[in-house]
Nanobody, 123 residues
Framework: QVQLVESGGGLVQAGGSLRLSCVAS????????MGWFRQAPGKEREFVAA????????NYADSVKGRFTISRDNPKNMAYLQMNSLKPEDTAVYYC????????????????WGQGTQVTVSS
């Protein structure tokens, strides 16, 4: 089984930055696509960003493209989400997810999930 733990969330003013981290346990991280998703109160979970097993492919939701950057460090079993120019609309619980198959924006395709980290952006 794979366990994922997110960190780095917090309270930030609009226009500020945060970097989220995700550390994975397990033996297949280097072969896994990673994704970041978020869920705001009263809303459905939405895709934010994803990265392929070797970092060669990255996908972003239109709402964050140009502001967020996903990356990974396979020897450390870490994935990151650098969040710049944050907006109040970015306020949500952010979740890290992994899957053994290829990169996708479909949350239901991911096999393992962290418990989330809260990001709050004040106006």
């Amino acid at each position: 089984q794979v366990q994922l733990v997110e960190s780095g969330g917090g309270l930030v003013q609009a226009g500020g930055s945060l970097r989220l981290s995700c550390v994975a346990s397990g033996r297949t991280f280097g072969a896994s696509a990673m994704g970041w998703f978020r869920q705001a109160p009263g809303k459905e979970r939405e895709f934010v960003a994803a990265i392929s097993w070797n970092g060669g492919m990255k996908n972003y939701a239109d709402s964050v493209k140009g502001r967020f950057t996903i990356s990974r460090d396979n020897p450390k079993n870490m994935a990151y989400l650098q969040m710049n120019s944050l907006k109040p609309e970015d306020t949500a619980v952010y979740y890290c997810a992994s899957r053994l198959r290829g990169i996708t924006s479909r949350g239901e395709s991911y096999d393992y999930w962290g418990q989330g980290t809260q990001v709050t952006v004040s106006s």
